[in-house]
Each structure stands twice: as structure tokens, then as C-alpha cells.
């Protein structure tokens, strides 16, 4: 600026006018002119300093004297789609130490080590180290009440008892796979709280002081600067479905003491999972008393097997979808076992079945039925259609750890594989797979990604901050045919093989599913895994579950012997959770020798007392009051209920 305003003046002076420094009150006009310019960058430099930079130096001399406690945020909670707590956390106690403040370092760490049970020379490295203040890790932390007192009672200078958050799992081994854990510092290591890391994790705060430049605490107002706790998530799990699929789980394993068991449950219309639970499982405060492979095993998304019969309802939706059979007019006779290029492929049934429409090869899990539907497919086709269900991908479920499953390449498959291929055997899935490829089955024909987080909540209001809506991937079938689906599969637990699983006054449809386990490519005699899916109501699916058992001891190794009875009780659980109605429009059960048998209950309200016992002929009856007319029955009439069951009336 000077410059600029002085131009001529400087050239005159450069020009070598010998004049100029004779000239007395030039020379005084150019000294002032400097010392203003010196001046003047002196003015715009502070200004820069205390304008724009003020920020900056500030921090770091308040660095050099303000200490910091630290106060850690909260993790957002977990909860189920009812607002039921999953995991939440329990304040604890951390202790850190200010060295520059101890006064008798060896003194300290003697009674601290005493305290805490641990190491006096690692205990006096904390004590003495070079730094302005020391968290005792990980001796010092989350440490119980009773021991944070004893240290607070000594009343050392230098020694602090911080406020930590401790993640807490109120029903411990519940949901563990999916809840996953956290490490010490509250990261999550698995499940959820790994996925959902970045939102769970808060803010951290602190309570700032000053010191001097030997440590020592200033008599200066403190600042608390408060943590922001996590975001919280809303699951869609329902608790009640968890707990009732836990118990069964529970009953499982002492049951029959398998290798694995699991068990999972979806909304087929949304993909919103229910319930996902397996054996073995582990308690998420704990989990350092775990292997590796427990924790980090999620079975109903990792493992991998040959699904079996439970894989028939994909051929028998296909085969739908293409007319390629009808149900209800065309034949098939099982012989017993059927030949594809020289391999003989045997039904579970010695001798066959005989002479069957195609219903009765669902109702009876044929195999050679189920070849001769592949067949008629074509592997391309089957194919085409087995991927379209979601087999061979991720389903993208919001969990860590999905397998893909395998499945062979079109041009590998011969006659051999398309038939095996067609009841399940030779290709591998995982459970959640079965679920969703299932539900897209029977639920009009849509597939949906399957997902367990439903919403992100804003943690002090619990106000929606993000809601996860169904994810429709694509539509398989057409809903005329997902309606034989259903039909079919109803008549499979009233007819056929999935008996074990009906619900009297209730739709149910299902499949089971018995599958040969596979070691190093040799199929392992008596060696099964035993499954059934199932859904209800069979004629507006609100849940689908699937039930697999890796191996069970001591009973006869049918999916319908072992896991259709889990999946009815799972399912009764869920009658009264999903308040579903009664009907009297399902197909009627057909019993076996040993079955308990359920007969419809005749409406006797408004019958006079003697026609009412008449009516109920071979049930028990019990009544109160003293009139003639029947005004009440219980249970009501047009359900099904135990042969020779009790029938209570109330007279007017």
C-alpha cells in the first residue's frame, strides 16, 4: 500500500538524484513513511492473530494447564418391536490416576495393587508414567461397587474414580448370536452391535479442571462436558416368540443332545424376522468364557447343509408355476424307488407308494415323485427358478457373517443332479435361505430380504430418527400358484408326513425334511439333520418357522418325528402372541392308530338340558345353575376338541 501510494517517490530516489539526500525534510518524510509501513503490518498481523487464529492458539494454551476426566457415553439400547429391553447399560466405576499429583508413587501403588488383587510393579508403571493423567487399564476398570468404595475411603491425592458404561444383556444367552457383544471399551465385536457400531457408539465427555505446570489442581471453575448417548434400535423381534423359541431349544438339547439346533421365525409378507435363536449359544456379559466358534457362529445365517425335503416346496412352486403337473388329476406310480443313467434312487417308504396323484407325492414326500416333476422341469428351468428364490446369493439380511450356500452350475448338472437336485440332495443352503425362499412361496410369490432392525430411535426421546420398510426383490410366482402352495402344504400336516405339526382350529401348513449329513463327500450313515418349515394360517401365512436338528440321539430320525412337534409348540406360542382367531375352515386331520384324536364339539346352546347331554354323548359334561336351557357352553361349539374332553354349560 505504501508502495503503491509513493511510486513516484521511490523512482526519484532510484533514478541517482544526488539531490534527495541533501533535501532534509525528504529524508524525514521517507523514515516516516517506513515506521508506517512497520506499523501497519504489525496491525493486520495481530488483527489476523486474534481474529483468525485465536481459536487455534487458545486450545493449545489451555492445553498446557486443563486436564480432562473422561466420561463414557452410554451405548444406544437394543429393543424388541414391543419396546422390551434387550441389551442396555449398567454404570460402573473406572479408576485413573494423575501422576504429576501423587505424592508417594510406591505408597499408592501398594494399596491400589492390594485393592485390585493385581501386579505392584505394573501397578507402580501406572503411577509413575510420564503423562498428565493415567487410566489403569485394564486392571482399573468397570470395577464393582464394593471395590471402587475401598478405593475412594483411602482419599489419595492423584487417584479418581471415573463414571463408565458397561454394556448389559438383562437376559443373558437370549438372542446372543444376533445381539453379538462388546469389548471392554464398549465396541461391538459380533452381531449387532458390531453391524450397528457406528450408530450404538455416543459421544464421550469429560469433566475439565486446570492445573499447574506441576499438576497440581487450580481453584478454577470446572467445566462438565456431558456425553451424548447412542442411538437406539428397535428390533424386529418379538421377545415372546424369542423366549418360546429358546425353551424349545432348551428342551431340545436335553432332550436329545444334539450337535446343533436352531430356530427362526418371519413375517412372509414383510421379511421381518421374529425370532432366530440356536444351540449352542452363549451369554453375551460373559462372553469371554466362550470359544470362538460359539460366539462367532451364528447357525441360522452361517451354516450350510443339504436341505432335504424341506427344498421340495421349490420344486413343487416351479412345477406350479409352470403346469408342468397338475396336482389333483395327474398320476404317478411309486414303485419304490426309481432309475436315472443307472442310479438307483430309493423313497423312504420300502415297496413304494403305490399309485398316487401328485398331492399324495407332496402329502408323502416321494422322492421318485419329486424326480419325475424335476424331469419334467428341465435343468434349466428348475434352475432358473431354484436361484430366482434367492438360493446361491446372500439373502443381505443386516447381519455379519451370511454364507452363500452352493449350488451347482447348469452346465455341471446331468441327469443324475437334476434328479437329486429335486428333493434337496446335492447342494447346500442355509437356513435363512429356506425361510425366505418359503415365505416368497406361500405368500403370493414375492421374494423379500429378510431384515431385523426395524428402526433407529433418537435416544432421549425415542422418536424414529430411520425406519427400515420391505425390501420386495422380485416376484417368483404368480399367486394362483402360490395358493396351491398352500394348499398343498396344508394338506401335508393334515394328510401327510408334517401330521405332528397340526393345530386343531388352526390352519398350519408345513414340510418336513430328513437329510443325510455329508464328511469329506461320503454321506454319514445315521447321521441326519431333521427339519421342518411351517406357516400359518395356511391360507393368509403371518409366520413361517423353521426348525433344523443337527443329529438328535436316541429317537427315530424323521423330521417329522423330531422337529414338527417344535414347531407346533413354537407355533401355539405364537397363536396366542400374534392373537391369531380360531376357524372351522381347515382341513380335517386324518389320524394314525396312535394319535390323540379331536372330533368337533356340537353347539348345544339354547337346547334344553336332556337333548344337550344327548348331544355331547361321549364327552364329559359339567354344568352350574338350575335352570332347563343351556345359556353358555365352553369351549364353544364348531371347534375341535379331545375326544371325550371336558364340556362345562351354564344354565339359565
Not at 418379538?238 to 430356530?263: C, F, G
Not at 396323484?357 to 419329486?370: A, D, L, Q, R, T
Not at 425361510?435 to 430380504?449: C, F, K, M, P, R
Not at 344327548?614 to 352350574?624: M, R
Request: charge should be negative.
Amino acid at each position: 500500500m505504501c508502495l503503491f501510494l509513493n511510486m513516484e517517490f521511490f523512482s526519484y530516489i532510484f533514478m541517482g538524484d544526488s539531490m534527495f539526500f541533501n533535501d532534509v525534510h525528504t529524508r524525514i518524510r521517507f523514515v516516516f513513511l517506513v515506521i508506517l509501513c512497520i506499523l501497519l503490518a504489525i496491525i493486520i498481523r495481530v488483527f489476523y492473530i486474534q481474529v483468525f487464529q485465536y481459536d487455534k492458539l487458545s486450545s493449545l494454551a489451555e492445553s498446557l494447564w486443563s486436564r480432562e476426566l473422561p466420561i463414557t457415553a452410554d451405548r444406544g439400547e437394543i429393543l424388541d418391536r414391543n419396546g422390551k429391553v434387550l441389551a442396555t447399560n449398567i454404570t460402573t466405576t473406572s479408576l485413573v490416576v494423575i501422576p504429576n499429583q501423587i505424592k508417594n508413587a510406591s505408597d499408592v501403588a501398594k494399596k491400589l495393587s492390594d485393592i485390585l488383587q493385581s501386579d505392584y510393579e505394573d501397578m507402580l508403571v501406572h503411577v509413575t508414567k510420564k503423562t498428565s493423567i493415567e487410566r489403569v487399564h485394564p486392571e482399573g476398570r468397570q470395577l464393582s461397587y464394593e471395590i471402587a468404595q475401598q478405593i475412594n475411603d483411602l482419599e489419595l491425592d492423584g487417584v479418581y474414580l471415573v463414571k463408565e458404561s458397561k454394556r448389559f444383556y438383562p437376559y443373558g444367552n437370549v438372542l446372543s448370536h444376533v445381539l453379538g457383544y462388546v469389548g471392554i471399551d464398549n465396541q461391538g465385536l459380533s452381531g449387532l452391535e458390531l453391524s450397528y457400531d457406528e450408530y450404538l457408539t455416543g459421544e464421550n465427555g469429560a469433566i475439565k479442571y486446570f492445573s499447574d505446570g506441576k499438576g497440581n489442581r487450580l481453584e478454577l471453575t470446572e467445566v462438565y462436558e456431558e456425553p451424548q448417548n447412542g442411538i437406539n434400535l428397535q428390533l424386529t423381534i418379538d421377545l415372546d416368540l424369542q423366549l418360546a423359541a429358546e425353551r424349545e431349544l432348551d428342551n431340545v438339547m436335553s432332550k436329545y443332545t444334539p450337535e446343533h439346533a436352531l430356530i427362526m421365525a418371519m413375517n412372509p409378507k414383510t421379511g421381518e424376522i421374529l425370532a432366530m435363536a440356536s444351540r449352542p449359544s452363549f451369554d453375551s456379559n460373559h462372553y469371554q468364557d466362550y470359544s470362538t466358534e460359539v460366539i462367532n457362529r451364528n447357525l441360522p445365517i452361517w451354516m450350510t447343509y443339504e436341505p432335504g425335503s424341506t427344498f421340495k416346496i421349490m420344486t413343487l412352486a416351479t412345477s406350479l408355476e409352470e403346469k408342468t403337473i397338475n396336482l389333483f388329476e395327474d398320476s404317478y406310480f411309486d414303485g419304490g424307488a426309481i432309475t436315472v443313467e443307472g442310479a438307483t434312487i430309493h423313497c423312504w417308504k420300502h415297496g413304494g407308494h403305490g399309485d398316487q396323484k401328485f398331492i399324495n407325492v407332496v402329502e408323502n414326500s416321494c422322492n421318485p415323485g419329486f424326480v419325475v416333476m424335476g424331469q419334467k422341469l428341465g435343468t434349466d428351468t428348475l434352475m432358473r427358478y431354484i436361484r430366482n428364490f434367492g438360493f446361491g446369493s446372500k439373502t443381505g439380511i443386516d447381519l455379519n457373517g451370511e454364507s452363500n450356500g452352493i449350488l451347482f452350475k447348469n452346465e455341471n448338472m446331468g441327469p443324475v443332479e437334476l434328479a437329486t437336485t429335486s428333493f434337496g440332495q446335492g447342494i447346500s443352503v442355509t437356513p435363512i435361505q429356506q425361510v425366505t425362499a418359503v415365505s416368497a412361496a406361500v405368500n403370493g410369490g414375492t421374494l423379500y430380504t429378510p431384515y431385523i432392525v426395524g428402526s433407529m430411535l433418537e435416544p432421549e426421546t425415542n422418536t424414529i430418527i430411520k425406519k427400515n420398510e420391505p425390501n420386495m426383490v422380485r416376484k417368483v410366482i404368480r399367486d394362483e400358484s402360490s395358493s396351491l402352495v398352500r394348499y398343498a402344504l396344508e394338506s401335508v400336516v393334515a394328510k401327510g408326513s408334517g401330521r405332528n405339526a397340526y393345530i386343531e382350529n388352526y390352519r398350519v401348513g408345513g414340510k418336513t425334511g430328513t437329510a443325510q449329513k455329508v464328511q469329506n463327500g461320503v454321506y454319514q450313515a445315521g447321521n441326519y439333520i431333521l427339519s421342518f418349515i411351517g406357516f400359518m394360517p395356511a391360507d393368509d401365512p403371518e409366520i413361517v418357522v423353521y426348525v433344523a436338528v443337527d443329529h438328535p440321539n436316541g429317537v427315530v430320525q424323521y423330521g417329522g418325528t423330531v422337529s414338527a412337534p417344535i414347531a407346533k409348540s413354537f407355533l401355539q406360542t405364537a397363536i396366542e402372541v400374534l392373537d391369531l382367531p380360531p376357524t372351522d375352515q381347515g382341513m380335517e386331520r386324518e389320524y394314525n392308530w396312535m394319535d390323540t384324536k379331536y372330533v368337533i364339539l356340537p353347539n348345544v346352546v339354547g337346547m334344553n338340558l336332556e337333548d344337550a347331554k344327548k348331544a355331547l354323548k361321549g364327552f364329559q359334561v359339567e354344568y352350574s345353575g338350575t335352570g332347563d336351557k343351556i345359556n353358555y357352553q365352553s369351549p364353544k361349539g364348531g371347534y375341535y376338541i379331545k375326544e371325550g374332553g371336558t364340556v362345562k354349560l351354564m344354565l339359565e
